[in-house]
């Protein structure tokens, strides 16, 4: 009876990556106020406010990769003196998501929707798209290192890879910034001059990517 052959030796390692990469699109958020005595009144304001940034938006043509409208209320404030209920004016707003690829109109959009009446910017927040090239190598790198650390282990013990295993992912993390710019916002009490504004000069962030893996190597025995 031939006993079994022993298993081949094995060893486990990790293998991280990081890389900085230049952002693909930038997103703001833009949030129209309106106030007035009476429900229509607040209502007409808001829906005039909320028109004029979706066309400045919309002015910019391919440079906005996406708009949306989000969060919409209209709300009541009630008197605090008098008896009863009685309602002193209305509160309304809409918030406006635009995601842009083309940075070099960022600054003067900006700047632009923050000189509206009540509008409110905040942004912008760089990020990559899902399926970025940078993504993909970030992990290629994490498995390059993953196979280079287990190569300089079994040659530390005079030994070779001579196959693989497994290997996991243990996540790719992106670190996205999150940095809030604050234009000048006048229409809060005051109409926006004729005069457009200065452009801001926003420099896009570098994201930073990071990769890791697990992975499982056989290799020959070693010279001990």
Avoid: C
Avoid at 21 to 37: D, H, M, S
Avoid at 189 to 218: K, M
């Amino acid at each position: 009876m031939t006993s079994p052959s022993p298993e081949p030796p094995r060893v486990a390692v990790r293998g991280e990556a990081h890389l900085e990469a230049e952002p693909e699109t930038a997103r703001i958020t833009v949030t129209v106020n309106a106030r007035g005595r009476d429900r229509r009144s607040a209502l007409d304001d808001l829906t005039r406010r909320n028109a004029a940034a979706l066309d400045l938006i919309k002015s910019h043509g391919d440079a906005v990769e996406r708009l949306e409208t989000g969060h919409l209320t209209i709300t009541p404030e009630l008197s605090e003196r008098g008896r009863g209920e009685r309602v002193r004016t209305h509160h309304g707003h809409v918030q406006i998501t635009a995601v842009l690829s083309d940075f070099t109109l960022l600054g003067e959009l900006t700047t632009r929707l923050a000189d509206l009446e009540l509008t409110r910017v905040d942004g912008p927040w760089w990020a990559l798209r899902p399926d970025s090239p940078a993504r993909t190598q970030v992990r290629r790198q994490a498995v390059r290192e993953a196979v280079q650390r287990a190569r300089e282990y079994a040659e530390a013990l005079g030994s070779t890879l001579t196959g693989l295993i497994d290997i996991a992912d243990i996540g790719t993390e992106h670190a996205e910034p999150r940095v809030r710019t604050a234009p000048r916002a006048p229409g809060y009490g005051a109409p926006a001059e004729n005069t457009p504004p200065p452009a801001l000069d926003l420099e896009p962030q570098r994201q930073h990517l990071y990769a890791q893996v697990t992975a499982r190597f056989t290799m020959t025995p070693p010279h001990l």
